[in-house]
């Protein structure tokens, strides 16, 4: 199944650039749903829910994606998706945070969100609200993926984390070119980090299992 992953993964960033265009509608999407699929269907060995989060998260990130690959600006509804997505990615990792410490930790976060928020805002225009609250969503899912790592260590929490940061990676580079400056590569750029930070959400799963 994962060589089945990669394969997608590349054919899409290949159909960025060279097409078909349905093959990029096909491909953009598939990978999630299939990452989706073996979380859903990996037995849980402990009781939390966290497995059942990272699953869901990945399922309405598959929403979310199909918003935004749509020839009408759908931009307003895949943010929304993804706003979700990150909230439920965020609860997942607070199953695992025993005592939510450092509590300066989630300041820290804020604070630089706040710092790249002002630098987009005057190019954001009427979306301002809606990428305000996603970066509050990213936010929230990322402090929480550190402090469980800070809580529980291990590689398996570290490997959420760093997801965490490259999710927060990929969706600045995609802020950047829409609200800022387009590159040839940014979407190329986007997609690997988006893919890779979701396969180590699952991974997360996966491994613990």
Do not use: E, H
């Given at each position: 199944m994962w060589l089945v992953i990669a394969a997608l993964c590349l054919v899409h960033i290949y159909s960025i650039s060279h097409?078909?265009?349905?093959?990029?509608y096909l491909t953009k999407p598939l990978p999630a749903a299939l990452l989706a699929v073996m979380v859903f269907?990996?037995?849980?060995t402990q009781p939390s829910d966290y497995g059942l989060y990272i699953g869901l998260g990945l399922a309405i990130s598959v929403i979310g994606d199909i918003f935004l690959m749509l020839p009408k600006d759908c931009f307003r509804a895949g943010l929304f998706s993804f706003l979700v997505a990150q909230f439920t990615f965020g609860y997942a990792f607070l199953q695992k945070i025993e005592?939510?410490?450092?509590?300066?930790?989630?300041?820290?976060?804020?604070?630089?969100?706040?710092?790249?928020?002002?630098?987009?805002?005057?190019?954001?225009?009427k979306?301002?609200?809606y990428v305000g609250l996603y970066f509050v969503s990213?936010?929230?899912?990322?402090?929480?993926?550190?402090?469980?790592?800070?809580?529980?260590?291990?590689?398996?929490?570290?490997?959420?984390?760093?997801?965490?940061?490259?999710f927060i990676m990929s969706d600045l580079v995609l802020a950047i070119d829409r609200f800022r400056?387009?590159?040839?590569?940014?979407?190329h750029v986007v997609m690997f980090t988006y893919y890779t930070a979701q396969a180590l959400f699952a991974l997360s799963v996966l491994w613990a299992s």
């Open positions: 097409g078909p265009r349905w093959l990029f269907l990996t037995p849980p005592s939510y410490q450092p509590t300066w930790l989630p300041i820290l976060f804020a604070c630089v969100g706040l710092i790249v928020y002002l630098l987009l805002l005057p190019s954001i225009g979306d301002k609200w990213i936010l929230f899912m990322a402090s929480n993926a550190t402090v469980a790592w800070i809580s529980s260590g291990g590689p398996i929490a570290g490997m959420a984390m760093i997801g965490a940061y490259i400056a387009s590159s040839a590569f940014s979407r």
